[in-house]
């Protein structure tokens, strides 16, 4: 576990057949920025930046995790990605155009009022859990095949 300010964050990798329906269903452009906000082992930003050629970042408190990160950003030769270690709550991430998320609901709650100051039209791309008092614009149900399990994706747009 990694502690955000107060909260204590679980590192709970989403599986990799959930990340690639989530970026399928932002489907970011190679001018595109796409932020993961606890982008944990970088499994989101790496096929972003890898399958998608958009500009992918990610930011993650956990320095070991960062430096792994960073290394499999060089093994694999990607241009495009990056990652940063910092805190998810402080970051601004109000240029995204595509902002990937895994995060308990009670983090989501707090970060409400950054996900409302994001530019008109970028998509918000929820992993299991709904955006407390925002409604999303679509929800898909996927059963994973590495977990064996449901997951919900939620896609929020921002207008």
Do not use: Q
């Amino acid at each position: 576990m990694r502690r955000e300010g107060r909260r204590l964050l679980p590192f709970v990798p989403s599986p990799r057949d959930v990340v690639e329906k989530m970026l399928s269903i932002a489907d970011p452009k190679p001018d595109e920025l796409l932020v993961d906000l606890g982008s944990g082992d970088g499994r989101i930003i790496l096929s972003a930046a890898k399958d998608y050629r958009c500009w992918a970042l990610g930011i993650e408190k956990n320095e070991n995790l960062v430096e792994l990160t960073r290394k499999k950003i060089a093994s694999m030769g990607l241009d495009k990605a990056t990652v940063l270690r910092g805190d998810l709550y402080s970051y601004d991430f109000s240029e995204a155009d595509v902002l990937t998320l895994y995060l308990l609901p009670e983090v989501l709650e707090i970060l409400v009022p950054k996900f409302k100051k994001m530019k008109k039209g970028a998509r918000i791309v929820s992993h299991d859990y709904m955006i407390p008092g925002l409604s999303p614009s679509e929800i898909y149900e996927l059963r994973s095949m590495e977990t064996s399990r449901p997951h919900r994706i939620y896609v929020y747009l921002v207008k």
